[in-house]
């Protein structure tokens, strides 16, 4: 089953609007991570915040995370067209206490539309 | 610094035959991966590895088989293709960091291999 769920499933935006996509998650994780996908192409990271963190920027990225609310949000702000894209949360849970295995989940997406 | 290489980028397979993905890494990551996506499901886990001659299974392992001899290389191999293993594949890497390092792993995907089983 799918640790991570992307909230909405697409969105559509006009350029220089703010584009907010939410995650939502099942178990207790380690760290939750943001990747992008261009269509056709294979998965950048975009991000990474750990569970002892609430928020975190890069450039025009700002991600937050609620462990109370198992949940995270990814915020891009004044859009760009080269931002339409598929946007993946996934997040990472060790599976033994102090082993190096762990085991990254992806959700769905959401599939992002900046209008020029 | 090629990163991760997936070969072949296209494929097409009759129901039955056999094929190798392959997936090469020049980052000495220890940990690799592969993952398929289909429409509306994400990114599923087919099967990881955290290094020479350890692997493991993931969400959907089934009609799949892996190894791993050497830590630059993570072939995936499928025995006897079936129409409803048509799907992108993407082979991943990272480092495999241990306690607090873990937090920080991120992953180096592929450009990915597009199957196609008639």
């Known amino acids: 089953s799918q640790q991570g769920e992307e909230d909405p499933q697409a969105l559509s935006i006009q350029e220089g609007e703010n584009a907010t996509m939410n995650c ?34 890069s450039g025009r990225l700002r991600v937050t995370l609620d462990t109370s ?40 997406g959401t599939l992002l539309t900046v209008n020029p | 610094n090629a990163g991760v290489t997936q070969t ?50 993931g969400e959907v392992p089934n009609g799949y088989n892996v190894s791993r001899s050497t830590t630059e290389d993570f072939p995936l191999r499928l025995l006897s293709a079936a129409p409803s293993q048509t799907s992108v594949y993407f082979c991943a890497s990272s480092t495999l960091g241990q306690g607090s390092a873990i937090a920080k792993n991120i992953q180096y995907f592929g450009a990915g291999t597009r199957l196609s089983v008639l």
């Open chain 1, 24 to 57: 939502s998650y099942k178990t207790s994780i380690n760290n939750l991570q943001w990747y992008r996908q261009n269509s056709g192409r294979g998965l950048v990271h975009l991000i990474l915040i750990r569970s002892n963190e609430r928020e975190k920027h």
């Open chain 1, 69 to 108: 609310k198992k949940s995270s949000s990814l915020l891009i702000t004044a859009s760009r067209a080269a931002d339409t894209a598929s946007y993946f949360c996934a997040t990472l849970r060790r599976l033994r206490s102090g082993g190096s295995n762990y085991k990254l989940t992806f959700g769905k």
């Open chain 2, 8 to 57: 072949p980028k296209f494929q097409v397979l009759k129901t039955g035959q056999s094929m190798t993905l392959q997936c090469a890494q020049d980052m000495n990551h220890e940990y690799m991966s592969w993952y398929r996506q289909d429409p509306g499901m994400g990114l599923r886990l087919i099967h990881y590895s955290v290094g020479a001659g350890i692997t493991d299974q």
